[in-house]
């Protein structure tokens, strides 16, 4: 769990229609399945048109708050590499930053009144503190045949660091997605833990 074992703290963000709502869930529920305390709470903001999505998900043996105070993030599951470098201030000195390499230009950007951050910015934002990991999701999803289960992709890539046993994930995937895509699913959350061993 955390570093006392009290609390671990989940941040997922994306942008709009990336599933971060989803995933969200999903971690929430694996919580409940370990029969801990589960608070979570989520921001949609201009989510239909593109915008920042965020959720808080909290797990513990007693959870007061479902909101994540800043420099409390364990895991920061970011779907997009922008929406990673919002929210990175948030996590804790040794917190992991699970970020899916891909990106999405923000109307800013494609505007042309802003720039997309290179890679050497996002270096020195990131500093030496955090563990990040920059997963190849939406190409793990499309090699399966179906880039939305890219989501999936990246909770393959979390559960590695957790002690929840692989099955409940799946349990829990299997009851979350529509039943036609569940062998989908669990493929791609196979490939994420795989893509981190």
Do not use: C
Not at 168 to 181: F, Y
């Amino acid at each position: 769990m955390t570093r006392n074992d009290l609390t671990t703290n989940f941040l997922l963000t994306g942008v709009g229609g990336q599933g971060t709502l989803l995933a969200a869930d999903i971690v929430g529920l694996v919580g409940i399945q370990l029969n801990l305390d589960v608070k979570k709470s989520e921001v949609h903001g201009m989510a239909q048109r593109g915008g920042s999505v965020i959720s808080h998900v909290r797990w513990g043996q007693r959870v007061a708050s479902p909101l994540i105070a800043a420099g409390e993030v364990d895991y920061l599951v970011a779907f997009e590499r922008l929406e990673a470098l919002r929210y990175a201030s948030l996590v804790r000195p040794g917190g992991v930053v699970l970020v899916s390499d891909y990106r999405i230009a923000p109307v800013s950007v494609s505007s042309g009144s802003d720039t997309y951050p290179d890679a050497a910015a996002e270096e020195q934002a990131y500093g030496d503190s955090l563990r990040r990991f920059l997963v190849p999701a939406v190409e793990i999803a499309q090699q399966l045949g179906q880039v939305r289960v890219n989501n999936i992709v990246m909770l393959g890539a979390l559960s590695h660091f957790l002690p929840a046993p692989v099955e409940a994930w799946l349990e829990v995937i299997s009851g979350r997605v529509p039943e036609r895509t569940i062998a989908l699913n669990r493929e791609a959350f196979a490939a994420g833990r795989a893509h981190m061993q």
